[in-house]
Structure formats: structure tokens, C-alpha cells
């Protein structure tokens, strides 16, 4: 079994930065592809970014230059630096993993998310 649990959300005024951390734990063997996804009211959920095993990254449109996704495989953790924050970006943010346990089989597990308020 894994569970990915999310952290560092909270309040903050426009302009003002977060760091959130997706801490993953369990029979993993490996940790694939993370991305970060948010859903904000009456919305759909979206990827915000995601890191590759090799470290490669994508962002969305909407958040480039403002938001930056990085992991530490020692700490099985995944990290997404959110700087010059809009109200825009309110919504409760979730991270998925793709996560090969220790059977070598892959899976993907979502974490519970965690809420991101932005004031203007």
C-alpha cells in the first residue's frame, strides 16, 4: 500500500508564494512521473506541472514562469514553489504519482490535497 499526502497549503495574499510537498510513503520501489493537479470550485481538475523520474518537467501555460515543480528521491518527496500568486490560482491542490512498488508493478495513487487560498 501507498498513500501520497499533500502539505504546505494555506492562505496568502496575491503576489505572495507557497511551497507545497507531496511525501510519499509505503512498498515503493520507484517513483515514476508526479504531477500536481488543482480543482477549484464548479471546475474541472487540471495538471498544474509534472516531473519526470529523469527530472524533466512540464508546466501549464498558466502557471510558467510563476511555479516550479522539483523532487528528491531520498525523501520520496515531490515539491511545487508557487511564486507571484493570483486569485486565480485558489482551488485545493492534489498530487499523483505513478509509483512502482516493490512488487515491480506500477500504479497510480492520488494524495487528499490541500487548500490553496489566494486574496486579492
Known amino acids: 500500500q501507498v498513500q501520497l499526502v499533500e502539505s504546505g497549503g494555506g492562505s496568502v495574499q496575491a503576489g505572495g508564494s507557497l511551497r507545497l510537498s507531496c511525501v510519499a510513503s509505503g512498498n515503493i520501489f520507484k517513483i515514476n512521473t508526479v504531477g500536481w493537479y488543482r480543482q477549484a470550485p464548479g471546475k474541472q481538475r487540471e495538471l498544474v506541472a509534472s516531473?519526470?523520474?529523469?527530472?524533466?518537467?512540464n508546466y501549464a501555460d498558466f502557471v510558467k514562469g510563476r511555479f516550479t515543480i522539483s523532487r528528491d528521491d531520498a525523501k520520496n518527496t515531490v515539491y511545487l514553489l508557487m511564486n507571484s500568486l493570483e486569485p486565480e490560482d485558489t482551488a485545493v491542490y492534489y498530487c499523483n504519482g505513478a509509483v512502482v512498488l516493490t512488487t515491480r508493478y506500477e500504479y497510480s495513487y492520488w494524495g487528499q490535497g490541500t487548500q490553496v487560498t489566494v486574496s486579492s
Open positions: 516531473i519526470r523520474s529523469g527530472g524533466s518537467t
